[in-house]
């Protein structure tokens, strides 16, 4: 396995522009205006002064270079006319896929790497500095390029990987659409029946290296076991062996569920959120609020499907329909103050969109400041890396955007994302 993914890694960086600028020892960034912490009022005239990646202080006006220690190596990065904040977080990712790719069965693990290297670099240059990987076509090439960025060999955002999800024998996470005997033999160690054998399955992605657990309670959104009242594809049994086993091994657990049942065993079960969550009704948004789970709704993705042009009249016709059904529920689930938090499911619809998510949800009812919430703090709170990142404060990493202006105004502007650095690097610079 160690050589497997050392050989994805070399094949990775023979193919990837590796010409990033090295990490300088004091960055000083000149805020215009300057979002500390979503949820509060942005400040004016700030200096965010960076040591080895991590933010050590904010000081009023714009501290010159003198000011600091005289013997480091200093970069003065001038935002002074930029809304600055700090590095978007989507939590539903699929690097290794991509939906301009139709030949991904015929597509080896190395190819796979390289495809999630290249989205991995899209995916932060829209302003995205950290993403939640939930399932990949292989577990290899996802863990190799995430320990890739984690070592600067890449330019990517912090992956937090799932490798393969956990599914019952035939469910979502299933090979489908394949002849049986091409389907065993390409089948992965994450599929289990039966309580015990999910519990191993849950082990397996744990031993190959996995951040967080993915499991299927349902099918998806365009399979008949996916609908507003299919019934969970796994038992109550086996959704609270995946949870518990999980959990005794420090790992937290996102469950794909679209029908209202699934969603309901799915928390009853325990997980930490419920990923796309389309059906849900007075009782579910109980649930979500007495256990504390997050929902990543992944909304804008029926956009999305609607904007393609191959669709027939009739499928956007019932798209259109659902859409209206289920956009009632999301949005009581905010008034009522679920935590919501944006995963955009990008490898279904083009990486490098994930600000779509956000601008999505102002539509369905949030203000901006809520909907900035969703992908910085409280997606932070979800990866429990809520001391690390979302904020810019000290002690956190140095994971700064900046936009032309307000999204507080016009939340559209996270789409025009202007400046990116993560860790203390200048991954892009387009503010002169």
Not at 34 to 58: A, K, Q
Request: net charge negative; with cysteine; glycine share 8%.
């Amino acid at each position: 396995m160690i050589i497997l993914r050392s050989l994805l890694v070399t094949i990775v960086l023979c193919i990837t522009n590796m010409s990033f600028a090295a990490n300088p020892e004091v960055a000083i960034v000149h805020a215009g205006t300057l979002l500390v912490t979503p949820g509060e009022e942005p400040v004016y005239e700030r200096s965010i002064i960076i040591r080895n990646g991590v933010i050590g202080e904010v000081r009023r006006g714009f501290v010159e270079p003198e000011l600091t220690t005289t013997t480091e190596t200093i970069q003065v990065i001038d935002l002074r006319d930029s809304f600055v904040m700090a590095g978007m977080v989507d939590t539903h990712v699929h690097l290794t896929i991509d939906p301009s790719r139709t030949d991904l069965s015929a597509t080896t693990n190395s190819d796979l790497a390289v495809l999630a290297a290249a989205n991995a670099r899209t995916t932060l240059m829209s302003g995205v500095t950290t993403v939640r990987d939930l399932q990949s076509a292989n577990a290899e090439a996802i863990f190799a390029v995430r320990d890739a960025v984690a070592t600067g060999m890449l330019a990517g955002p912090t992956i937090i990987a799932a490798g393969e999800s956990v599914s019952a024998t035939g469910g979502h996470g299933d090979r489908r659409m394949l002849r049986t005997d091409i389907a065993e033999l390409l089948q992965t160690d994450s599929i289990c029946d039966g309580a015990d054998d999910c519990t191993r399955a849950v082990r397996a992605q744990y031993r190959k290296g996995a951040d967080v657990i993915k499991v299927h309670a349902t099918g998806g959104g365009a399979d008949s076991n996916g609908k507003q009242y299919s019934v969970p594809e796994m038992t109550d049994a086996e959704l609270r062996a995946v949870v518990e086993t999980a959990h005794a091994l420090g790992l937290k657990v996102a469950a794909h569920a679209h029908g209202t049942e699934g969603i309901r065993s799915a928390l009853r079960a325990g997980v930490d959120s419920v990923e796309h969550a389309s059906w849900v009704d007075k009782d579910i948004i109980s649930l979500f609020l007495s256990t504390g789970a997050a929902l990543v709704r992944t909304a804008y993705l029926q956009d999305y499907f609607l904007s393609r042009e191959n669709i027939p009249e009739e499928l956007q016709e019932s798209r259109r329909d659902r859409n209206e059904l289920m956009d009632p529920g999301m949005l009581e689930a905010i008034t009522s103050g679920v935590m919501i938090v944006m995963g955009s499911d990008a490898g279904i619809m083009p990486h490098g969109l994930s600000a779509r998510e956000v601008v999505k949800y102002v539509g369905l009812g949030m203000s901006p400041m809520q909907a900035i919430e969703t992908a910085t703090i409280n997606a932070a709170v979800l990866l429990g890396m809520e001391e690390k990142i979302g904020q810019i404060k000290p002690g956190f990493h140095a994971d700064i955007i900046a936009l032309p202006s307000s999204p507080l105004e016009d939340i559209s502007q996270l789409e025009n994302v202007k400046f990116v650095m993560k860790a203390g690097v200048v991954y892009l610079d387009s503010s002169d």
